[in-house]
């Protein structure tokens, strides 16, 4: 209870500080008058009776500071006052003061968006049913600037056919498209697909249907899948939508679904559009895809690395080298360890 007391005191002591410092002053001042005159009586000079009371007290600033560490809280008055004076040095500088303020928020912004991918990639699960299946693909490529390369088309087409621990499988690519038709042109974050993204996202739409392998092939209709954002914002919700054409990159395109509130993807795209690869225009490069999969029940990381090491294999002697290019310059530089990681 003592304790919880003395506790207390020392959390309400700033609202008393004025008062404490002028009764700890008048204690100090009336102790050195009472030993000075005892010194008088013992026959010492004036000047040498408060000498000695000075020196039999000790230091008088030790004994304030040492009084005030006991009634309140040393570390918050001290910041309090480092506050005070950093925020006088900052109002007689504006010029420095907006360039700290601009450093802080750039920092402090940059900070915010790193633990966001953290959080949503690495500590919080994904958003998907029975997210535990879904993995990305990534390969290794010690040649590479960073050691690591993601997919290729052909990539694509090699293992959406010969794999066998992937339930679904597809690659996918953020970009622009604009939109015109309607009241004003808009340029719209796109989520490009293949087919098996959606189907391994297993997301299920709240309008309409997914893609469909008709719609990841050359020369069919173009569609178009909106999200929930956008519906709402462009259309109001109109749940008439499916089946309106829509003109995108100056082509028209079909709404074929809408997906649900809770739907969420990287940059958080408005559109979902069919990403389709003439398979005899395909060749060994252009890694500019990444590859998304759901594993097959019962099927472990390590057989899915196995089976994409297999896979490649397959890879390199199933598609030419893009021109000007020799197939050696691939076949080493994806010699590594495949990698397949949720």
């Not at 019962?298 to 490649?312: F, H």
């Amino acid at each position: 209870m003592k304790t919880l007391r003395r506790l207390f005191r020392r959390l309400i002591s700033w609202t008393t500080s004025a008062r404490d410092e002028d009764l700890l002053r008048a204690e100090i001042d009336d102790h050195l008058a009472r030993q000075t005159a005892d010194n008088l009586r013992a026959g010492m000079t004036a000047i040498e009776a408060r000498r000695q009371a000075l020196l039999k007290f000790g230091n008088v600033d030790v004994a304030k500071e040492l009084y005030r560490e006991q009634r309140g809280l040393p570390f918050l008055e001290t910041l309090l006052r480092d506050v005070r004076h950093a925020l006088r040095r900052l109002r007689r500088t504006p010029a420095f003061t907006a360039a700290v303020l601009l450093t802080l928020a750039l920092g402090i912004g940059a900070n915010t968006a790193i633990f966001g991918v953290i959080d949503s990639i690495l500590i919080r699960p994904l958003a998907y049913p029975h997210a535990d299946t879904l993995v990305g693909i990534w390969h290794t490529q010690p040649a590479s600037r960073t050691g690591i390369s993601s997919c290729s088309p052909s990539m694509y087409f090699t293992y959406r056919e010969q794999n066998r621990t992937f339930q679904q499988f597809g690659v996918w690519n953020i970009g622009g498209a604009s939109v015109t038709g309607g009241a004003e042109p808009e340029v719209l974050r796109a989520l490009f697909v293949t087919y098996g993204v959606l189907d391994a996202l297993d997301e299920q739409p709240l309008l309409g249907r997914w893609f469909s392998p008709v719609d990841d092939a050359p020369g069919s209709p173009e569609t178009v899948i909106l999200t929930h954002g956008y519906w709402q914002r462009r259309f109001g919700g109109d749940r008439s939508i499916l089946g309106r054409a829509m003109t995108i990159n100056a082509t028209p395109h079909t709404v074929i679904g809408v997906m649900p509130e809770a739907f969420r993807f990287q940059r958080d795209p408005e559109l979902i559009l069919p990403e389709r690869f003439e398979r005899s225009n395909v060749n060994l490069g252009t890694f500019a895809y990444q590859g998304l999969a759901r594993l097959k029940p019962g099927v472990t990381m390590t057989q899915a690395n196995a089976d994409l090491a297999r896979m490649l294999e397959i890879w390199l002697r199933a598609w030419p080298p893009p021109p000007g290019f020799d197939r050696d310059r691939f076949d080493p530089g994806f010699g590594g360890r495949s990698i397949c990681c949720s």
